[in-house]
């Protein structure tokens, strides 16, 4: 037996799948926060350490040699640590996810600054994925791209939405 369809039906499945959708993509971002956080209190306990013999014992225990690709280019950017401003960095990264974690609660809570927190901060990224992508084609990137080209896509329309239904609610008003 086949059920009628109705417009009401159809209309409250669509608002589940979104609701699902913004909860997914808070979770993601909510989470990039919290591995960002826990980079930044990793890399304030290496404060006042020698990285880069912290990384040598660390290739040693694991029988690899120094002089390989990989290795190489750990301690390549071991050394391009050591000459930076570290407490720059934690402070960027703090910052970062700081910025995650508030998208994360506005979107799982359905607030539209957390939409146009979304929209804004993963559309900075779409002309950086594009460049790199010429650069150096790779499907994880494309992939990537994507995703968060759809996340951007999805927050818009929402939020495209939000100011039709409140247009037409001013409208109705007046």
């Known amino acids: 037996m ?8 159809t209309d409250a499945h669509d608002v589940r799948t979104q609701r699902h959708t913004l909860r997914a993509i808070a979770l993601y971002e909510g989470l990039k926060g919290i591995a960002a956080l826990a980079a930044s209190i990793g890399l304030v306990s290496l404060l006042h350490h020698d990285l880069r013999h912290l990384v040598s014992d660390l290739i040693g225990h694991f029988g690899l040699d120094p002089e390989k690709h990989y290795p190489a280019m750990l301690l390549n950017y071991v050394d391009m640590l050591n000459h930076t401003n570290v407490r720059a960095v934690v402070l960027l990264a703090f910052a970062y996810a700081v910025l995650r974690i508030a998208e994360g609660y506005g979107l799982w ?3 539209a600054w957390g939409e146009w927190l979304g929209a804004v901060s993963g559309a900075i990224y779409l002309p950086i ?3 790199h992508q010429f650069h150096r ?3 994880s990137g494309v992939l990537i791209f994507l995703a968060n080209l759809g996340m951007v896509v999805f927050l818009v ?3 495209w939405r939000r100011r039709c239904e409140g247009n037409a609610l001013v409208r109705k008003t007046a």
């Open 137 to 139: 084609v790779s499907w």
């Open 129 to 131: 994925e594009i460049w």
């Open 2 to 9: 086949t059920r009628p369809s109705s417009s009401s039906g």
């Open 157 to 159: 329309v929402r939020l």
């Open 109 to 111: 809570h359905d607030h």
